[in-house]
């Protein structure tokens, strides 16, 4: 129902910046909240940073001040803005939807994820 594609990963430095886009395409209506998670390799899958429809916003305090999500509702595309990045941000991020009404037919979504490399 709904498709999510990331771009905008790769290797920096830290103290850098990245941009990530995530692209929703499908059934679009049906998203309510949009969001980036991470997961470093032998570490479960964390929030990084979430939007809703509306634009409200809440972040992991790890990146609090560093990081910004925002979105497009128009594009149906959520970006999220990482500065002053630290080596302890690399991990796969992955974007991820959230349907108005949970169902068999219409759960999470995820994309395919983006590796986030920072190098000390």
């Known amino acids: 129902q709904v498709q999510l594609v990331e771009s905008g990963g790769g290797l920096v430095q830290a103290g850098g910046s990245l941009r990530l886009s995530c692209a929703a395409s499908?059934?679009?209506?049906?998203?309510?909240?949009m969001g980036w998670y991470r997961q470093a390799p032998g570490k479960q899958r964390e929030l990084v940073a979430t939007i809703s429809i509306g634009g409200s916003t809440n972040y992991a305090d790890s990146v609090k001040g560093r990081f910004t999500i925002s979105r497009d509702n128009a594009k149906n595309t959520v970006y999220l803005q990482m500065n002053s990045l630290k080596p302890e941000d690399t991990a796969v991020y992955y974007c991820n939807a959230r349907p108005y009404y949970p169902s068999a037919y219409d759960d999470v979504y995820w994309g395919q994820g983006t590796q986030v490399t920072v190098s000390s």
């Open positions: 499908g059934r679009t209506s049906s998203i309510n909240a």
